[in-house]
């Protein structure tokens, strides 16, 4: 009873937040209204008794994530002047891609079968199990992926370093 | 029903009859057929509202402790005025205040510009769920306790950011990006410290970190980790603005950085959550370090408030003697002194579990 | 290494100084004065506004309305009006008109009043709400004056 | 819509990096209603340009209607915070003009004076500078010792920042009682301060973090820009006026020129802490070698140098105290021009916070000791 309610005023808050968040005017306001979509997601991993992956959620995509894209907004404000046009031009390739991803997703959800889903909700928390399966059963996929992450760090730190040399 | 029992019950064990009367509520509650959920939400708006009353009057406390406390180290009296010992000079402030006209600059991003004050509040505000005052007087024992506070203390990056963007105003845009750049590095050394807590602990969970340290002072946190909690306070520090590592809003560069263009009630707010967040993370230091709640004699609540009030008067210490850090060595000082110390406190910490 | 290890040590020891600095204050007594409770006390030669005291010996103020502090005063401050009163060789004042608000506290007019007539007093709560109350007569206020500065004043400056 | 029209500043079109951000007149850290328009890219300064004159009162044009004696009192109001330094400067140029004998005991009076006033500038200056690093406690400490001498000056001549005590031809009064007690007080405890203000702001790992290596002034541009006092002594020039021109009783007084090697904010910061040493130790000596006596000359009552012109200068706080004048025999001047330091030493922050940050912009205007009024007049 009360996880329907939550569960419907969260996905309510998920969906209209991501409208905003498309056609709000401002690019700092779309930055905010997804927070407010990221956070409702993780309101929803509440619902589902996954504290772990709400928590993280909230310190990887809303403290990480959209504060960076902030960041950028913020350093960049000439994106936000009057006279710069916030709507994309290329209306045929977005009309494709976003097209493909609604039929992707549309198409999961239908074929799902939901039922079964919701009896393997976690009863309770399962922190120190994702730490065990991280660390055991998927140790290679997270060492792949951090081994990319680092790269990727690498890769930005000499992109930048490399600039300032050449301006020197 | 024993009446000096449940006095005793209530200081020292605060925990029990407070879930008593839960369940009696809930009892005499069942038994009208309502949903049970009501009474949850009334409750929990009941714990709300003592949580704000809690932490206007600790702000209002905190801040005359501060200016006392700074007039002791400089040689001078303090507030005096207002009241007996000036006790009542921030409330005369708070009013002054609130009555205050509210400016709204022109050009400001009315959006942005009026919720940052409510972010940064509510995400203090926030982390109080978690906050072990004593035995059992926890708003929210959640499992995740210790990656709920970071998480929810990050979000006031965004109120930050916003707080600048919104003002239109380069002082404040200044503040506001050097302190979501400060916030986001300080973050790492200090998520480093507090996992070393929890490795040695066990457990996420606020309640469970006080168990763990016991009421034998000789096992709280410092002493393992005592260069932990000398990182955790330099990096809390920087976490909440304030000095030496109060560059967002450095007033004698960016005037006021990201609260320049302020006033009245959201400057209020703003003033609030930055004592809020100084209580806030002493609290956290006494919690993860100095054994919480836990000590001889004096009921929880007081030993919590004391240890709490001891770290409050550490940083305000530091505060009054150092001068301002520039933004640059503090980004430096973060990168190449904190997180190096923190990743070897986290190692030593990890191999001594192991070994011992 | 080493290096990095000594430097962070000495930036240790550097700020453990600063904190004992303001730790030894911290016991010190507090050097404020409460001030509208309690008022420091003033030197005699302190320049507080101007006044024309009466002289106790004459009963009546000293001034001859030669017109030497006009001279003298660099923002022109101060207007006399003169007047003879009937039998007397020495001239009077019927009128000094000292403006506070352009009077910079510079003491000249003080050394050029070969009488001693004026002086500046103690007082240095000046403010007042209406401008136009800071234009002071000096002859119409009979200020009479206190203390140390009323010895000051009848030894014509001989102090102590 | 320009609205720095008369500021050659403009940030460059073509690159989001670059803005213009209006530092003052209003602003917590510019001492005072300076104007400072920079450059900035980033945090970094590209460019500067100060806009001075929200002061200004027009003295020098004042003094051409004001008798020689009455010019005293405006001068305390140029550099308020070494008002006697800059009274000096002005009376020994009207004796020179005369030809007044001043007596010994006005001349030790003066320097004791001016080194009071030297001590009690460079308190100021810390205390404003510590607040300019952020750092709030030096102010109070500072102030307490600034105090005492306040109120020594007071006892001697009743006011507190605007003095007027210097005549020409000696002193308007002889020292008060008590005055050597207090004195005496003052010295013996004075140099412990200063080592507590060293050890509270100059030598903190912080600060000396942000000062060593920001604000480099070579000895050649601080010479070409006309850079004097503690600034110049800093960057490694041996130009004290106390020492190179000896006037007053200096030439009799032992005390060395601070000097510094580097001219970065730090130096600067070191060679003002030292000076306050230096001073007093020529306290200390003013004190055993003063004499009794007159403290005034036998000046005529009217004032009325023969037609000529003359310059001289004292070594104020801040750098070189010049005083102009041109007299055409009458009781009032006929041109004065002030030389004062901070106006000289202000034009140099160009040069040398160019490439640095805001953070390091307050603090090289902070070392550099300016004060506004002193700059408008």
């Known amino acids: 009873m009360v996880e329907t309610i939550l569960f419907y005023g969260f996905a309510a808050l998920i969906l209209i937040s991501a409208l905003l968040m498309i056609i709000a005017p401002n690019i700092y306001h779309s930055a905010l209204f997804l927070a407010l979509c990221l956070f409702g997601v993780a309101g929803i991993y509440v619902v589902l008794n996954s504290y772990f992956l709400a928590g993280i959620q909230v310190l990887v995509y809303i403290g990480a994530v959209v504060v960076l894209a902030l960041f950028v907004i913020n350093l960049t404000r000439r994106i936000l002047d009057v006279d710069s046009d916030q709507h994309n031009e290329q209306l045929l390739p977005a009309v494709i891609i976003s097209g493909l991803t609604a039929f992707l997703i549309i198409s999961a959800v239908l074929k799902t079968n939901w039922g079964t889903m919701i009896a393997h909700r976690v009863a309770q928390d399962n922190t120190a199990l994702t730490g065990r399966l991280l660390l055991n059963e998927f140790v290679l996929p997270f060492e792949i992926v951090s081994v990319l992450l680092l790269a990727a760090l690498i890769g930005a730190i000499s992109i930048v370093a490399g600039d300032k040399g050449a301006q020197k | ?356 | 290494m080493i290096k990095y290890v000594s430097e962070i040590i000495k930036g240790i020891i550097s700020l453990m100084q600063g904190l004992g600095v303001t730790l030894k204050h911290a016991f010190r007594k507090p050097i404020t004065l409460q001030y509208p409770d309690v008022k420091a006390d003033l030197p005699v030669r302190v320049r507080g506004r101007l006044v024309m005291p009466i002289d106790p010996e004459k009963n009546d103020n000293r001034c001859t309305a030669c017109n030497l502090c006009v001279k003298a005063c660099p923002n022109l401050s101060i207007r006399t009006e003169k007047v003879v009163e009937d039998g007397k060789a020495k001239p009077k004042a019927a009128k000094y008109n000292y403006n506070l608000a352009t009077c910079m506290f510079c003491n000249l007019c003080v050394e050029a009043c070969p009488f001693g007539a004026i002086i500046m007093s103690e007082e240095y709560e000046l403010a007042v709400r209406d401008k136009s109350e800071l234009m002071i007569d000096l002859v119409a206020e009979k200020y009479v004056l206190k203390g140390k500065k009323e010895k000051y004043f009848l030894t014509k400056y001989k102090e102590e | 819509m320009n609205n720095y029209s008369n500021i050659p500043l403009q940030a460059s079109n073509n690159g989001a990096d670059e803005y213009i951000l209006n530092m003052g007149p209003q602003h917590p850290s510019t001492h005072g209603v300076l104007r400072l328009v920079l450059k900035l890219e980033g945090e970094t300064v590209k460019d500067i340009v100060p806009d001075l004159g929200y002061v200004h009162r027009g003295l020098e044009k004042l003094f051409e209607n004001r008798a020689y004696g009455q010019i005293i009192p405006y001068l305390d109001r140029t550099d308020y915070l070494s008002a006697m330094n800059n009274e000096w400067a002005y009376v020994m140029a009207v004796e020179k003009l005369m030809a007044i004998e001043v007596p010994q005991r006005a001349e030790f009076m003066r320097v004791i004076f001016a080194e009071l006033n030297r001590i009690m500038s460079h308190l100021l200056w810390y205390s404003a500078y510590g607040m300019d690093v952020g750092a709030l406690t030096p102010l109070l400490y500072a102030f307490r010792e600034r105090e005492e001498i306040i109120d020594m000056v007071e006892a001697a001549c009743g006011g507190r920042l605007t003095h007027n005590y210097y005549r020409i031809g000696g002193f308007r009064q002889d020292l008060p009682k008590g005055f050597f007690d207090m004195l005496k007080k003052f010295i013996s405890h004075f140099n412990d301060k200063v080592d507590e203000y060293e050890a509270l702001l100059i030598n903190n790992v912080i600060f000396m973090k942000r000062a060593q290596g920001v604000g480099v002034l070579k000895k050649e541009t601080a010479i070409n820009y006309g850079v004097t006092g503690p600034n110049l002594r800093a960057s490694g020039a041996d130009i004290d006026l106390r020492k190179q021109d000896a006037y007053g009783v200096y030439g009799r007084l032992d005390f060395k020129a601070c000097l510094r090697d580097n001219g970065d904010t730090w130096d600067r910061c070191k060679a003002r802490m030292a000076e306050m040493r230096e001073s007093l130790k020529i306290l200390k000596q003013c004190m055993d070698m003063i004499p009794e006596g007159e403290v005034m000359a036998k000046v005529p009552k009217i004032i009325k140098p023969a037609a000529g012109e003359v310059y001289t200068r004292v070594e104020g706080p801040k750098g070189e105290v010049g005083v102009y004048i041109v007299s055409d025999g009458t009781e009032k001047p006929y041109r004065i021009k002030l030389r004062q330091p901070s106006f000289s030493n202000l034009s140099v922050i160009k040069e040398i916070t160019i490439g640095h940050k805001i953070a390091d912009l307050v603090a090289i205007m902070g070392s550099l000791d300016v004060i506004i009024p002193e700059i408008d007049r």
Request: aromatic share 16%.
């Open chain 2, 1 to 356: 029903m024993d009446f000096k029992k449940l006095l005793w019950d209530l200081f020292y064990d605060t925990g029990k009859p407070l879930s008593q009367f839960y369940a009696w509520a809930h009892n005499l509650w069942m038994q009208t057929g309502l949903p049970g959920f009501i009474l949850d939400v009334f409750f929990q708006l009941v714990i709300a509202v003592v949580i704000a009353v809690f932490i206007a009057l600790n702000a209002i406390w905190i801040i005359y402790y501060e200016r006392k406390f700074a007039a002791l180290l400089q040689i001078r009296k303090g507030p005096n005025r207002v009241g007996p010992f000036g006790l009542f000079q921030t409330v005369a402030d708070t009013v002054k205040m609130l009555l205050k006209e509210d400016i709204n600059p022109d050009k400001s991003d009315i959006l942005t510009f009026w919720a940052a004050p409510f972010i940064i509040f509510a995400a203090s505000f926030g982390v109080f769920l978690v906050i072990p005052f004593g035995n059992g007087l926890i708003a929210g024992d959640v499992n995740i306790g210790m990656l709920y506070v970071l998480a929810i203390s990050g979000l006031a990056v965004i109120g930050i950011l916003s707080a600048g963007f919104g003002s239109n105003s380069k002082y404040s845009l200044i503040g506001g990006l050097r302190s979501a750049a400060q916030v986001i590095s300080y973050e790492i050394p200090m998520v480093l410290t507090v996992l070393a807590v929890v490795m040695l602990a066990g457990s996420l969970k606020m309640s469970d970190i006080v168990a763990a340290q016991t009421g034998n002072p000789l096992k709280w946190y410092f002493i393992p980790q005592i260069v932990g909690l000398v990182l955790f306070l330099i990096a809390g520090n920087a976490e909440i603005n304030r000095g030496p590592f109060d560059l967002p809003e450095a007033e004698s560069e960016l005037v006021s950085g990201f609260i320049t263009e302020y006033s009245g009630m959201k400057f209020a707010m703003f003033f609030l959550a930055e004592y809020t967040n100084l209580f806030l993370t002493s609290a956290l230091a006494a919690t993860l370090f100095l054994g919480g709640w836990q000590g001889p004699f004096l009921p929880p609540v007081v030993w919590f408030m004391l240890k709490t009030y001891f770290i409050v008067t550490i940083l305000m210490w530091a505060r009054w003697t150092f001068p301002r850090i520039r933004v640059d060595h503090l980004m430096a000082f973060s990168w190449k002194i904190l997180l190096p110390i923190a990743l070897l406190n986290l190692l030593i910490t990890a191999f001594l579990i192991k070994v011992i």
